[in-house]
């Protein structure tokens, strides 16, 4: 499965995207808020699953790269996720290696995942989470027409403290009236 936008390539993951996967997963930064992938072990499992998962029939998981063309070197990643069939809910997640933080390939992405999500699989809301410090993630949320739905108080254990969490939601109706 391959996705375009105007700046980039969204595929499935492959194995020897490991080396790249891994070098920018393990940057302290990306684990400010996520616990994140740290370990040639874990990013191989992840990478493993993100295989697997891409021949499941129906596919309920993709977890996809995101990538720069005309090179193919991983700079990212971006997730969705069956949550809830019987109201066709799904789950959206991203990260963006350091480097890229800043230039919109989060948001550009993640804006294609969600037309996808509605117009492939008929999704009726999509759904995602974060850390409520996490700044950069709520503004690609509120950029891609998501609307804040609640605050999770204290549903994180990460870094020896409890944390917060803020649940923001797109409906179908939002996204195909472009309220952005």
């Known amino acids: 499965m391959n996705i375009t936008t105007p700046r ?12 790249t996967f891994l070098s920018y997963e393990k940057q302290k930064e990306m684990r400010q808020f996520e616990k994140g992938i ?5 990013a191989l499992e992840y990478l493993n699953r993100a295989v697997q998962d891409s021949c499941n029939t129906p596919r309920t ?11 193919d ?8 996720a069956s949550q809830n069939p019987e109201i066709r809910e799904w789950e959206i997640g991203w990260t963006v290696r350091v480097e890229d933080w800043g230039k919109g390939y989060a948001s550009e992405a993640a804006y294609q995942m969600l037309e996808f ?61 472009g309220e952005r």
């Open 8 to 19: 980039l390539l969204i595929r499935e993951f492959h194995l020897n995207d490991l080396d």
């Open 73 to 80: 070197k991983v700079i990212g990643r971006i997730s969705l």
């Open 38 to 42: 740290v370990d040639r072990e874990a």
């Open 117 to 177: 999500a509605f117009i492939q699989l008929n999704a009726h809301r999509v759904v995602a989470f974060c850390h409520a410090k996490n700044t950069a993630s709520i503004n690609v949320m509120k950029k891609i027409g998501m609307k804040q739905e609640g605050h999770l108080r204290q549903t994180r254990w990460f870094n020896n403290s409890w944390a917060d969490e803020f649940v923001y939601a797109i409906l179908e109706t939002d996204f195909f009236q």
């Open 61 to 71: 998981y993709y977890k996809l790269a995101i990538t720069v063309p005309p090179e």
